[in-house]
C-alpha cells in the first residue's frame, strides 16, 4: 500500500539447518529468524525502514493485493474489536448456521478469516495483557484476574500498544473492559490511552441495581445458572461484600490529574444499555476523526458475550434460538450490531480505506456454573476430548481457564479494503500476543529492544497472504506456566487439566478433572483430530523439538527484562468508589433502567 510505498521490499531466503536462530542482516534492519528442525526453505518479507528492528516470518509468498488504497493519513488508523468469552463456534463465518453475527460475517467475507486464531490466554486478564504488550504473562507478571479489592495491576513498565502508538504519533481511545488495574498508574490513562470509557474489570465482579436477563427466575435454572452479580445494598445499610459495579469515563491522560475514582459516571453500571453507550462513544470518536490527518488507535473490548448476559429491549427478539438460548443469541446479535454500526461509522467517514479493523475474543466459552462440561457459548470441535476419556483425564471442562483448545481458540478477523485480500482466509497460526509486533510494523515505528516479545508480525500475511509454517506458539495456564506448545499442526502439552467436574443428565457430579504433568509431552495432530481426543504418536524428534523450545523459551523468560507480579488486595479502601457514603458507593448520572 501506498504507506509502505517509501520502503524497500526484500525477500530473504534462508535454508534451515538444526533447530537454531539465524540472523541476518539486510538495508539496516536485523532480521532474526527462528529456524526449527524439518523446515527445509524459508521466504521472509521485509519492509526495510533504515535502523529498525524488525521480527521476520517464515513462510511464502502467495500474491500481493492488486488493487491500493487511496489514503488521507500517513498512518492507518487501527481499531481493535474485541469480544468476551465468545467461542469458536459462535460466529456464522466459522459456523455458517449461526445467524446471530452477520456483521462479523461480512468482515470476515471482505476480508481476511483466520481458522486457526489464538487468545494470549484463556482467562480475562492475562489475555487482555498479552494483547496490549505481546508479552507472556511469565513476562509481565499478569498471570491470574484483578478484582475490586485489587491495590495494584499490570506493572507500570509494561508498554501496551497505546504506548508505543502514541510514540508514533496516533492518538489512542479505550472503550469497554480494562482488567489490568484501576487505581493511578494502572488505569488505563496512565497506560497510553488517551481516553476511556468502560468497566475495570467483569461485569459479574460486584453488585448491581438490575437484574440481567441471564440471571432472572425465568432463565432454566436446571440446565445451570451463568454467573450472576448480587443486587446492591441500601446507601445507608452495612457496606457489602464489593462495590457496585462502576463505569468509567474519562476524558484525558492520568485522569486528567484527578483521583481516578472522580471519573467514574455511574455506579452501578446499567448493562441494559452499556453495549449502547460502548457503540455510540465509538461512532462518535470515529466522526470526530473525519476530518484530521492525525491516525487513531482505538480498542474496543465489549462486555459480551461475558455473564451475566444482558441487552437492550431492542434486541429481546433478535435470536431465533429456543427458550434459554435464545438470551445468548441476543447477547450475541446485540454486539454483533455494534460491530456493524463501527463499520458503518468508517465507510461514511471515508475512512474505512485508511483503518484495518481486527476482532477477536479474550478466550473461549465460560462453563454453565454446576452443569461445568456444558458450555454459555460454544467451542465448535474444539472439546477437549481427552480430558474425559476414563483413560485420560477422566474428567472436566475444557473451555475458559483451560489450554485445551476450547479455552483460547476463537474467532480472528482483518478487514482493511483494498489492503488485506478480500474473502481471503489464512491457516497460519496467529494470536492476539501478534497485534503489538504486527501493528508496529505497519505503523513503521521500532519496538523497544529492551525486552522480548512472543508475537511474530502478521503484516505478510495481512498484505500478502504469506504462509507462516511451523510457528511456535506457547499457551499458559492460570499460573503462567507454559503448559502447551504448537509447532504447525502439532500440539504439545507438558501439562493437562479440566476445570470443574461435569455432571450427567442424572445429577450425578464428577470430581474436577485430574491435573497431570507429561514428560515427553502429549501431543495431538490438530488437522486430523480438531477435538484433542486421540493422542499422536510423535517421533522422537518432534518431542524433542517441543521440549527445546520450551526450555529456550523460559530460559530467555528467565534472562531478559519481565515484571513483578504484584496482586495486593485491600478492603473497601481500595475499591473504586465514587460515593464513600453509600454501603455500595452508588452514584448514578442517568437512572439505572431494567
Given at each position: 500500500p501506498p504507506r509502505l510505498a517509501n520502503k524497500r521490499l526484500k525477500f530473504l531466503v534462508f535454508r534451515a539447518g538444526p533447530a537454531k536462530m539465524k540472523c541476518a542482516r539486510a538495508g539496516g534492519a536485523r532480521v532474526g529468524l527462528h529456524v526449527l528442525a524439518g523446515l527445509s526453505l524459508a521466504i521472509v518479507a521485509v519492509a526495510l525502514t533504515p535502523g529498525a528492528s524488525i521480527l521476520s516470518q517464515h513462510g511464502h509468498q502467495q500474491h500481493q493485493p492488486s488493487n491500493k488504497p487511496t489514503t488521507t493519513k500517513p498512518k492507518p488508523n487501527f481499531v481493535i474489536l474485541f469480544l468476551d468469552d465468545a467461542g469458536w463456534g459462535d460466529f456464522g463465518a466459522n459456523v455458517p448456521n449461526v445467524k446471530e453475527t452477520p456483521n462479523i460475517d461480512r468482515l470476515a467475507k471482505d476480508g481476511m478469516r483466520f481458522t486457526d486464531f489464538h487468545a494470549a490466554a484463556s482467562v480475562c486478564t492475562p489475555s487482555r495483557a498479552g494483547l496490549l504488550t505481546g508479552r507472556l504473562g511469565a513476562r509481565t507478571g499478569v498471570t491470574t484476574n484483578y478484582g475490586p479489592g485489587s491495590k495494584a495491576g499490570m506493572a507500570p513498565g509494561e508498554l501496551t500498544l497505546a504506548d508505543m502508538l502514541k510514540s508514533g504519533g496516533y492518538d489512542t481511545h479505550m472503550i469497554g473492559k480494562w482488567h489490568l488495574g484501576h487505581h493511578a498508574l494502572?488505569?488505563?490513562?496512565?497506560?497510553?490511552?488517551?481516553?476511556?470509557?468502560?468497566?475495570?474489570?467483569?461485569?459479574?465482579?460486584?453488585?448491581?441495581?438490575?437484574t440481567p436477563q441471564s440471571c432472572k427466575p425465568s432463565y432454566d435454572r436446571a440446565h445451570g445458572q451463568p454467573a450472576c452479580p448480587?443486587?446492591?445494598?441500601?446507601?445507608?445499610?452495612?457496606?457489602?461484600?464489593?462495590?457496585?459495579?462502576?463505569?468509567?469515563?474519562?476524558?484525558?491522560?492520568?485522569?486528567?490529574?484527578m483521583p481516578c475514582s472522580q471519573t467514574i459516571f455511574q455506579q452501578p453500571f446499567d448493562p441494559f444499555d452499556l453495549n449502547t453507550r460502548y457503540t455510540d462513544r465509538a461512532v462518535g470518536l470515529i466522526h470526530s476523526y473525519a476530518a484530521k490527518s492525525t491516525p487513531f488507535f482505538l480498542y474496543v473490548a465489549y462486555a459480551h458475550t461475558h455473564t451475566p448476559l444482558a441487552y437492550s429491549v431492542r434486541f429481546a427478539n433478535a435470536s431465533t434460538r429456543p427458550g434459554r438460548l435464545s438470551i445468548f443469541g441476543n447477547t450475541l446479535a446485540e454486539v454483533d450490531a455494534s460491530v456493524g454500526a463501527i463499520r458503518q461509522a468508517l465507510e461514511m467517514t471515508n475512512q474505512a480505506k485508511d483503518t484495518l479493523i481486527l476482532v477477536a475474543a479474550d478466550n473461549g466459552p465460560a462453563d454453565l456454573g454446576s452443569v461445568a462440561c456444558e458450555a454459555i457459548g460454544s467451542p465448535g470441535p474444539f472439546v477437549g476430548g481427552w480430558q474425559r476419556r476414563s483413560d485420560g483425564g477422566q474428567s472436566g471442562a475444557t473451555l475458559k481457564t483451560t489450554v485445551w483448545e476450547g479455552g483460547h481458540r476463537g474467532i480472528g478477523v482483518a478487514f482493511w479494503p483494498e489492503v488485506v485480500p478480500a474473502g481471503s482466509t489464512s491457516h497460519t497460526?496467529?494470536?492476539?500476543?501478534?497485534?503489538?509486533?504486527?501493528?508496529?510494523?505497519?505503523?513503521?515505528?521500532?519496538?523497544?529492544?529492551?525486552r522480548s516479545y512472543d508475537g511474530v508480525d502478521l503484516s505478510p500475511v495481512l498484505l500478502h497472504n504469506a504462509h507462516i509454517d511451523n510457528r511456535l506458539l506457547f499457551h499458559p495456564d492460570g499460573s503462567g506456566n507454559l503448559a502447551a506448545v504448537r509447532i504447525g499442526k502439532h500440539k504439545g502439552f507438558f501439562q493437562t487439566h479440566g476445570t470443574k467436574g461435569c455432571r450427567h443428565a442424572n445429577g450425578?457430579?464428577?470430581?474436577?478433572?485430574k491435573t497431570e504433568k507429561h514428560d515427553p509431552p502429549l501431543v495431538f495432530d490438530l488437522e486430523a483430530d480438531p477435538s484433542e481426543t486421540v493422542p499422536y504418536a510423535a517421533p522422537a524428534t518432534l518431542l524433542q523439538q517441543?521440549?527445546?523450545?520450551?526450555?529456550?523459551?523460559?530460559?530467555?523468560?528467565?534472562?531478559?527484562?519481565?515484571?513483578?507480579?504484584?496482586?495486593?488486595?485491600?478492603?473497601?479502601?481500595?475499591?473504586?468508589?465514587?460515593?464513600?457514603?453509600?454501603?455500595?458507593?452508588?452514584?448514578?448520572?442517568?437512572?439505572?433502567?431494567?
Open positions: 494502572y488505569h488505563p490513562t496512565y497506560r497510553g490511552f488517551d481516553s476511556w470509557l468502560g468497566l475495570p474489570y467483569s461485569g459479574d465482579m460486584g453488585c448491581l441495581d438490575t448480587a443486587l446492591c445494598v441500601a446507601d445507608n445499610a452495612t457496606k457489602g461484600a464489593s462495590p457496585g459495579i462502576p463505569l468509567y469515563d474519562a476524558n484525558g491522560t492520568n485522569c486528567s490529574g497460526v496467529a494470536s492476539t500476543l501478534d497485534y503489538m509486533t504486527t501493528l508496529s510494523s505497519l505503523a513503521g515505528i521500532d519496538l523497544r529492544s529492551d450425578t457430579q464428577e470430581p474436577a478433572g517441543m521440549t527445546q523450545a520450551a526450555a529456550a523459551r523460559l530460559h530467555d523468560i528467565q534472562t531478559t527484562f519481565r515484571s513483578p507480579a504484584n496482586y495486593s488486595s485491600g478492603g473497601p479502601e481500595s475499591w473504586p468508589c465514587c460515593n464513600a457514603a453509600s454501603a455500595c458507593c452508588r452514584c448514578h448520572h442517568n437512572p439505572p433502567t431494567d
